[in-house]
């Protein structure tokens, strides 16, 4: 009941070192209904016994796993995702509950196309501020103040438990409120299509001086979480890009002069 939602999220490791973390999450995973694992830049074999012996039943999700050399090309088609973090940061983006921003994953139509992310980072230092970014929330699972970073397989059977409860539901929006103030109406526009946006928004800001290229990375992140809080369709970020296309024209028109 309610598991076909499930098969819409990816769950994405961003350079998983250990093959037992990797053959861990396979084995939680099959215990949760979910079947999308995509690997980016693995350092370590999925094929190693570890790996193989630590999936047990599983073994089909880990050979099945999807193998990707970044980030953005593990969330392409995806129209929304999430990026766990161990750390407290101290940009504006906010932290949420687990609990309360995972639902927003799981697709609201069975007949409608639809594809949703969950990152983890590697073991040895989580994702990076520069992976964060192609996010657009991010989540923190609350620990204990002497030892707050959990071991990579153990975040994601928090996670994949929260989504597995959410998704057998029958009722979600009646069951747990949360959902149906973080789902929102319509779907949001493609991940990648976000970031040619984002892409074409530094070239002409670098251009007209809004941005310099040592301030440009921080400044770009701000931008990011005012588009990400909009949730922009594929129409209007076209629009948007549209725009863009023009003031670039207008630049490169007038530069000669």
């Known amino acids: 009941m309610g ?21 861990a999450t396979a084995r939680i995973m099959k ?32 050979a ?10 593990a969330l392409m088609g995806c129209e929304r995702a999430i990026a766990t973090t161990g750390r407290l940061h101290r940009q504006d983006q906010p932290l949420d509950l687990p609990e309360v921003a995972l639902p927003w994953l799981l697709p609201p139509d069975p007949a409608e196309s639809f594809a949703a992310a969950l990152i983890f980072g590697p073991e040895d230092r989580g994702l990076s501020n520069e992976e964060l970014v192609y996010a657009q929330r991010w989540v923190r699972i609350p620990a204990g103040d002497r ?12 996670c994949s438990y929260l ?38 928004l530094e070239i002409v800001l670098l251009k007209i001086g809004y941005l310099y290229p040592h301030t440009a990375a921080s400044r770009m992140a701000k931008l990011r979480r ?6 922009p369709d594929s129409q209007e ?12 024209w207008a630049i490169d028109r007038e530069s000669p002069q």
Do not use: K
């Not at 030892?147 to 928090?158: G, K, R």
């Not at 949001?188 to 074409?200: K, V």
């Open 3 to 23: 598991l076909w939602q499930l098969d819409q999220i990816r769950i994405v490791l961003v350079e998983p070192a250990g093959p037992l973390n990797v053959g």
């Open 31 to 62: 215990n949760m209904g979910l079947r999308q694992l995509v690997l980016v830049n693995p350092q370590c074999d999925r094929a190693a016994e570890e790996a193989q012996r630590m999936a047990v039943h599983g073994a089909d999700v880990l």
């Open 64 to 73: 099945a796993a999807q193998v990707v050399t970044d980030l953005p090309a």
């Open 147 to 158: 030892y707050p970073s959990l071991n990579l397989a153990q975040a994601v059977a928090v």
């Open 163 to 200: 989504l597995h409860r959410y998704a057998l539901a029958e009722a979600l929006e009646a069951a747990f409120p949360a959902r149906a103030a973080a789902t929102g109406a319509g779907h949001s526009a493609p991940l990648e299509q976000i970031e040619g946006f984002y892409q074409d």
């Open 226 to 231: 005012l588009l990400h809080r909009s949730g």
């Open 237 to 248: 970020l076209a629009m948007l890009r549209g725009v863009l296309r023009q003031v670039n």
